[in-house]
């Protein structure tokens, strides 16, 4: 059974004292992780692991929240067997998983680039890290699903090169019709960025220093025609 290995290295810490107590821990135990190894292998055919199949094989501090549980099946069933063999990464997983969710919570220093990158979150840098512990804090979106964190790092990637861009644009890299998609601005086309860019040229780094201050900027509509200023001729009338 290619699951053996792994229910063989879950098992090492069961007290076998008590024969019969430990056969039902052991039968428990095959079925979680059986559970959890099955699901890893092909989520289409597999139910979903509870939060007791965890705790059934020995992950500690495992949480009993709905959200949390989600977002961790999410990662192992995005992710393959070889990430949940053992009940060491496993572990890793429920702490990273727990950190992300905690962030609303205040606990802002908690969640670490590598926890990051364990889930398969793509774009963490030391220098956005901590502008993706903001966001995910004052997110109120739900974070059960890996493409809801990623979303949320990929708008910071691409805000910081808007930021970027703006300080220096001789040495930076131009924004994209996709950068400022990204960021929330799903109306431009390709005609409206070199306009765009333009003004982003033109201001300082307190005007655009978040996400919601660059949206702002480029959708304002003094005069309410339904015409961003940027795109305006007479933005006054």
Known sequence: DSNLTSINNAMKPLDTDNQAHAQAQIQQLVVSYNNILNYAADSSTSSAPIADDFSNIGVDDV???????????????????????????LQALMAAVTSVLNLPEGQIDTLSKQQLELLGVEGVTDDNLLAIREMITSDNQAMDKLRDIQGIVDKVVASHKIQAYSANSSNNSIPTLDDYKTIGLTDFIQADIDQVNSMIKQKDA?????????????????DGDSTADIFDSFPHD
């Open 206 to 222: 307190l005007d655009i220093d978040n996400i919601a201050k660059i949206i702002a900027l480029l959708t304002a509509d003094t």
């Open 63 to 89: 949480t009993q929240d709905a959200q949390a549980i989600s977002l961790l099946n999410d990662v192992i069933a995005l992710g393959d067997k070889s990430a949940v063999d053992t009940i060491a990464k």
